[in-house]
């Protein structure tokens, strides 16, 4: 997940890696998903991963959608 | 408890010291350093890393040492992040963004354009990002992310 200047750069970006284009999210959104993903403290021992139901429901509730977003079962 | 729970028990201490360790220090520790922290021996923290790895709480060099503790790299990136007085690495665009969340401070991000390498740093205040130009782009699609999790 890298930061381009511009959609036009991560364009160029994929043609360069020979990579498909995949989804190009507003700054701001990907810092809602960001601040929203690592909230929980990693540090207590009550902590655990996501599960695919909590994660997709996590996307969902912030907008992530297509079918780029969907994880796997 | 039987040998599992003390397996489980053990891998919420390695994480919680992992966690810990970066957060304060802002480096991963090594296997050697978790071995002393938790006088524990060097061989029960390398088949803790690599419980925690293969549960992809945690990413392991070849050598066995960590590689990425998301959100923050052990190897120097291209997202350099500042807070508290203290520099991190993100692992990427949206582990940048991740740190200030963990720390619950406010940061800024030195970062570049993945194509031409122009400087874009981007301030985060409150959890919130302050205006900036740039977007960020997601190669993999969810589904394949753990194929490759480095190059993701």
């Given amino acids: 997940m890298l930061l381009f200047w511009s959609e036009e750069h991560s364009e160029k970006w994929c043609k360069?890696?020979?990579?498909?284009?995949?989804?190009?999210i507003p700054l701001d959104k990907c810092c809602r998903l960001a601040q929203a993903w690592y909230t929980p403290d990693r540090r207590e021992p009550e902590w655990r991963r996501r599960t695919v139901d909590e994660a997709q429901a996590l996307f969902t509730e912030l907008g992530f959608t297509s079918e780029f977003w969907r994880l796997p079962r | 408890m039987d040998?599992?729970?003390?397996?489980?028990?053990?891998?919420?201490v390695v994480r919680s010291h992992v966690y810990d360790y970066v957060m304060r220090e802002g480096?991963?520790?090594?296997?050697?350093?978790?071995?002393?922290?938790?006088?524990?021996?060097?061989?029960?923290?390398?088949?803790?890393?690599?419980?925690l790895a293969d549960g992809h709480i945690i990413v392991l060099q070849k050598g066995g040492e960590i590689l990425m503790a998301n959100p923050f790299s052990a190897v120097p990136?291209?997202?350099?992040?500042?807070?508290?007085?203290?520099?991190?690495?993100?692992?990427?665009?949206?582990?940048?963004?991740?740190?200030?969340?963990?720390?619950?401070?406010d940061a800024t991000i030195e970062a570049s354009c993945g194509c031409c390498s122009t400087a874009m740093n981007l301030t985060?205040?409150?959890?919130?990002?302050?205006e900036a130009h740039g977007i960020a782009h997601f190669a993999i699609p969810a589904a394949h992310w753990w194929d490759d999790i480095v190059f993701n």
């Fill in chain 1, 16 to 24: 360069d890696w020979n990579l498909s284009r995949g989804e190009v």
């Fill in chain 2, 3 to 12: 040998a599992e729970q003390e397996q489980i028990a053990l891998d919420k």
């Fill in chain 2, 27 to 51: 480096l991963l520790p090594t296997i050697a350093e978790t071995s002393s922290a938790l006088a524990r021996s060097s061989d029960e923290i390398r088949v803790s890393f690599q419980r």
């Fill in chain 2, 77 to 105: 990136t291209a997202f350099l992040v500042k807070a508290r007085g203290r520099s991190y690495y993100g692992n990427c665009i949206w582990d940048a963004m991740g740190i200030p969340a963990m720390l619950k401070q």
């Fill in chain 2, 124 to 130: 985060i205040t409150n959890g919130s990002l302050e």
